[in-house]
């Protein structure tokens, strides 16, 4: 057969049966022609003791010339080992990012996802998860392969996250839910976090090298800086005293007061139960926080709301709910029917535990006591020792939620009281609330 040209190939008639032409010029390359009269660029060659046949593409998107270069091309790879008709089947079974999804989803389900601590991740966090990755991960990248995704992809997912492309408001399972998706940049700043660990997943699992999410710089979440001043501390105060009258917020303003006193997570105060309250030892016994087990030191204001709650409801949670011994479930709908169109609109309760923590570092506290007084990470060696540093950490907890509770209700709560030694604040706070419980305000400030 001579060499293959422009002139051979369209003169290549069909047959009733697919044949090869082959080039004398070039072994092992030829063209295919079908019974259907197309014609394809083909190569034949031998590699581990087998015939294989790797095909080049379509006459007319090839010419015989651009085929003869590829030709040439894929036989010195084939000379240093490689095997490119094994490479292409490999690669059109390539799973795309929302395959790669769907695997990620049922090891987390059945508890093989590691989260802090490798524990496997909470309920809650599943549910969070769940949503970013149907609402917007799988939306915006779930067509393409994993091989092929890179930063500049990732990139763009957050860029449509933020600007709000995911936006949406969906029906739910629950009866009269609705899941209303608005984007921004925190959840864009999680959702990018979220596809990393998925990205990594994926490199535990030998589908690719390298994670296209790691590196991206993501959106400071302005939540997470925000904090309430001390008019701001007054202005929720008033709030909160004008509908706990409301017997439909009175559950919803104990819960937002008991945050901002202890720097709680919301899910954690929720959910608390009575076997976790130690009032007597003045602290949460947490079982199953962010952190795992966790011991929170809680304040004089504190362990008295605790001890009167306690004598009002006797189920299993501190915030009952509706029906059987469940927790407080409305609490994110009273929330929002609260603040709404108020001047504290923007805040949630991660700002509250954020405020607690940096009203404790005005006052002076360290970042290790602040730490364990919150359930950081950082307290965690804290924490197993607490049982030797509760004088300390629960006056610093007294001296907190003393000042914050002072601003709640609207009095100036003078910031001098507090320059006083360490040893000496405690007992000070507690003369300051027993004065001011009796209406004494005057003395109590003199205190």
Not at 60 to 72: H, I, L, M, P
Not at 180 to 203: P, Q, S, Y
Request: proline share 3%; hydrophobic share 35%.
């Amino acid at each position: 057969m001579p060499k293959l040209t422009k002139r051979v190939v369209d003169a290549a008639l069909p047959s009733p049966k697919d044949y090869v032409l082959w080039d004398d010029d070039l072994p092992g390359f030829g063209l295919r022609v079908f019974t259907s009269g197309k014609r394809s660029y083909v190569i034949q060659y031998r590699l581990g003791g087998r015939s294989r046949r790797y095909t080049i593409g379509l006459h007319g998107v090839w010419t015989a010339e651009t085929a003869r270069q590829e030709a040439k091309a894929q036989f010195g790879r084939i000379a240093r080992g490689e095997n490119p008709t094994e490479e292409r089947q490999l690669d059109q079974k390539a799973i795309s990012v929302k395959e790669l999804c769907g695997r990620y989803l049922k090891d987390l389900e059945a508890g093989l996802i590691m989260g802090k601590g490798g524990r496997p991740k909470k309920p809650g966090t599943i549910v969070s998860d769940v949503g970013r990755i149907k609402r917007h991960i799988i939306p915006l990248i779930g067509h393409l392969r994993v091989k092929d995704l890179t930063k500049a992809d990732t990139t763009q997912m957050m860029k449509d996250i933020i600007t709000g492309k995911t936006r949406v408001s969906v029906k739910t399972e629950k009866l009269r839910g609705r899941a209303v998706v608005r984007g921004g940049a925190g959840t864009a700043a999680r959702t990018v976090g979220l596809l990393g660990g998925i990205m990594t997943f994926a490199i535990e699992s030998g589908i690719i090298e390298t994670n296209p999410a790691h590196g991206i710089r993501k959106p400071k979440d302005n939540v997470r800086s925000r904090r309430l001043s001390e008019d701001e501390y007054r202005v929720l105060g008033k709030m909160l005293r004008e509908a706990e009258g409301d017997e439909r917020y009175a559950a919803t303003v104990d819960i937002i007061r008991q945050i901002a006193l202890t720097g709680c997570r919301r899910s954690e105060m929720i959910n608390l139960m009575w076997k976790e309250v130690d009032t007597d030892a003045s602290c949460l016994r947490l079982i199953d926080s962010k952190e795992g087990h966790s011991i929170r030191p809680i304040g004089l204001p504190v362990v008295e709301f605790l001890d009167g709650q306690r004598k009002r409801h006797q189920g299993s949670y501190v915030f009952p709910g509706s029906g059987d011994d469940n927790a407080f479930g409305s609490f994110p709908n009273r929330w929002e029917q609260l603040f709404e169109k108020s001047s504290l609109a923007d805040i949630t309760p991660h700002v509250l535990r954020h405020s607690f923590a940096s009203v404790g570092n005005d006052l002076g506290f360290t970042e290790v006591t602040i730490a364990a007084l919150v359930g950081h990470s950082i307290g965690t060696m804290t924490s197993k020792y607490i049982h030797t540093l509760d004088t300390a950490l629960i006056m610093a907890a007294d001296t907190i939620s003393g000042y914050i509770q002072g601003l709640l209700n609207g009095e100036e709560f003078k910031q001098t009281a507090y320059a006083l030694d360490r040893a000496s604040r405690k007992s000070a706070l507690r003369h300051f609330l027993a004065k001011a419980k009796a209406g004494d305000e005057e003395t109590a400030l003199a205190a």
